[in-house]
């Protein structure tokens, strides 16, 4: 990796900080954050705006550039990417240490006197823009929206922004049609007094119309924006995809409807015109529903005195709980996923030990057999596939230069999922192809501890995720060990394989409750430096419990995996399992023998099936 | 308990509400909040004016009045309470409930257009403050400090403020003495660039001096306020405690000093003005530092560019993280504490089945048992002594009018504490002095294992109190049991027996990481409504751990328990505990026996010795 030349981008960058075609003023600063205008967490080619400019191309990260010096803050996973990717005009601020400023102490040290700092408003959220720009004005500066984004003028070669075309869900798919989605919805908004309900991210406007795209990678959305209001619907979409039948018939375009459910199509470049329409129009009391991190823009077009701001906005709340037709739909590809993993962890029982299967070898025949799968659409993420020491690395991609052999002398971890029509997987497992050492049984067995203590766990309904973080690190922190990030996460049902409002981590606090029908990831792991990493990753769905008492009559949840792929027994010392975890682990297994044989069985592959089978066997433990 | 009649008084305050004498312009709402000018927890019946002008006496709640209404705003421990102790005159706002509006919100609905609402200006925290203004004035109304308390206008017989004599403590006790405390507060005024510490609460003006008082009961504290400058000191107290010679020797009032270190006495009453002077005399980039829960009238003394708020003071933290003199002291009290319960528990077996001990008589024969030990100055909190019923009412306290007599047939539970001169107590044990029922050990059996999982765990150096509540609570789920109460509260050494800024609770996420030294108590509980209560309470102290790996190099932490009473074997289902668990109570009882025993035996009290001997039996759990 050979850093991004940046001079001459930043002359230009520079020179149109000062052009008045761009700026009413001149910036002397101008912020690149890492986001879109959805504030989505995996961005299109076209916003990838900040990896222009800097060459950083890590996930997280965030640009300034002023007329003597540029700098970017990204966290302490990308600080070795980051440091390799920019050349010398940028200076790295390590967020997370002791002695890096923040953005606005940064700004205030380097800016002349009452000076400008430029951003574009239609990428910065709104609790962000008002963070900086108090901080900005308290030191005698401003914070100033610059309508053009200034990247994209110097950009000469800027892909276009996808347009792709449009997935229509049926009821069996979705559960529930949009109209009853916007019925809900439009009680919801009822029930908070709200008139107006704008639609920005955008998982929320796939999942509200049912309807999936592409136009950004491992995630099934399009770029679109949604204003409800109590009797009308306007869609924002660009493109011939509005041409196709199916879509047309699906969202009822052509027919004759009640006038509140009628969809007004409009140009996705019209949103702010026509919120601003509608802040201009709004009487006393008519309130307008936005999420808190919506871009300053679209938050600025509300009047204040009308704005309703929420963290979680009801479609994000409705979206995490999973009807019975979306978990099905979950479940059959989880089934499906299982039975890809299964074929992939017997060819590569048989190949590894050749010493010609690499990271990028494994990961490429993980999706082929996922390929294979019925309504298999895409990755939902780019593979982990590690091993040794490249295991320990939590965000590690393979890539030609850091790509590794696998081999019988080191533990291999691959993180990977899929999007299926039906439902989304994520799944981790950590394997050995020879003989593991006691060390690393014993680390695997205290992750898998874990695992199970997250899994089993019963709790009271209203119970939030966060305060069942500790108990996946229990078993770890007993002989000192940790690992450095959360439990888990909202996975959606074929959407984003991250989402809200609900998770298992020690890091939030503003989680919603855990509900019956929700779905996370449960993935503790460990990780050695130079050495390997272990992580063991389901998806899991929220149920009740049935419990011996029901204090105040609450009512008490579990989860149920959804992930059923054998957990390498090789890798486990059963002698430090409870009898409780020996068993679990066996029920584990023989639902994985029952539900993913019967599927191998049907398919015809049987040498992945008898793979299943042996890889399943009862742990025995010594009494 | 009959209602106190409140017609006249509410007469009497609605005049002075318009009184210009009062008043500058008539307030049509006036808010009585619960604390005093300290924000103290416990506070001295001259600040007890929600009482008196509502007749309500819980510890919590905020009382409103408007020329209409009279609102009493309090949370679901005292709705039974406060229904009993208010007239007709009275409103209950039972805080929690879905359909309970806010103060503001009520404000706002029942106030006519462009209403003034005053509040003591000295009782109001900043914080709170500016969370009312801002809600009220986006209304159309205004908040307004009215510096005369108005129920001080009304309350002829006030009890005069509590002036009572000081106790110095000396370097035995404390571990540094002020003067070293005085230098390191100035050195974390230095790191934050600050030049001046006002310092509002009791606990920590009495901890900074090494001086106690006794104007609160229950809190060894006295009024005073403390300004900390680079250069001086100025202590804010009245009366003519200053004339004792032991503490002007302390405070070394008559020696020749360092200037910085000479301690200027003012009238406590001056504090406002001084502090104003302050900050009048601010020159740019002159910070002062105050708690965001300082009163409204001290932060606004300090125009706002000045000020520094953070939500726990220097003093607080280093207050929190214990000394060895402390932890020295900390120990010998609960030494004392639990030969004092030795001999409560011993004689309650003797006397519990002649029917003739009631709740009150043995939350006295617990007050005489623990004043028999050496330093003993009051008890820490109110006994709870409660049987049966009484013990499911959390915050329990007899009177005569619930007073019920322990007897063979009923749950006892005692929460008790003391303040002895070395350190602090708080202690809850539960105890049958009949059979209990297999219902009630299988709770209790619970219970305990939740205790024990806190007790016994290992975690990182820099983990929050907060992410091991769900320990607590773990064993209770299991069987869709909880409690609605938190796991631990800070503990303080010869101070207030609930103090920040750490604690075990799954209500908070803004405490501070736990360290070694730091003192908690660990008290899960069980509560059945009409029957029963159970609670097992230790306080702890957290202490490095060893264990077989460090994870970068971080280091781990657990507790040592403090308290050393035993925990009756009795109402233990023993074929519930694991191994662990079963040995964690024989090897903290051996400790009982070793530490307590021995003292038992120095102090001749043979019989105690011998129920302290049968009672720590080890268990034997059927393989």
Redesign the interface.
Known sequence: MSPKITTELLKQLRQVMKNPKYVQEPVQAYIVPSGDAHQSEYIAPCDCRRAFISGFDGSAGTAIVTEQHAAMWTDGRYFLQAAHQMDNNWTLMKMGLKDTPTQEDWLVSVLPEGSKVGVDPFIIPADQWKRMSKALRSAGHDLVPVKENLINTIWTECPQRPCKPLITLDLSYTGVSWRDKIVALRSKMAERKVMWFVVTALDEVAWLFNLRGSDVEYNPVFFAYAVIGMNTIRLFIDGDRMMDPAVREHLQLDSTLEPEFKIQVLPYGSILSELQAVGAGLSTKEKVWLSDKASYALTEAIPKAYRYLTPYTPICIAKAVKNAAETEGMRRAHIKDAVALCELFNWLEKEVPKGTVTEIIAADKAEEFRSQQKDFVELSFATISSTGPNGAIIHYKPVPETNRTLSVNEIYLLDSGAQYKDGTTDVTRTMHFGTPSAYEKECFTYVLKGHIAVSA????NGTKGH?????AR?A???????YLHGTGHGVGSFLNVHEGPCGIS?KT?ADEPLEAGMIVSDEPGYYEDGSFGIRIENVVLVIP?E??????N?G?LTFEPLTLVPIQTKMIDVNLL?EKECNWVNEYHQKCREVVGAELERQGRHEALRWLLRETEPLARVQ
Chains 1, 2 share one sequence.
């Open positions: 766990a019963i709790f009271p305060l069942l973080d500790s108990f229990s770890l922190w007993d002989c000192g060990l940790d020690y606090f419990a419990t011996k008492y029901n204090f105040k609450r008490s409870t």
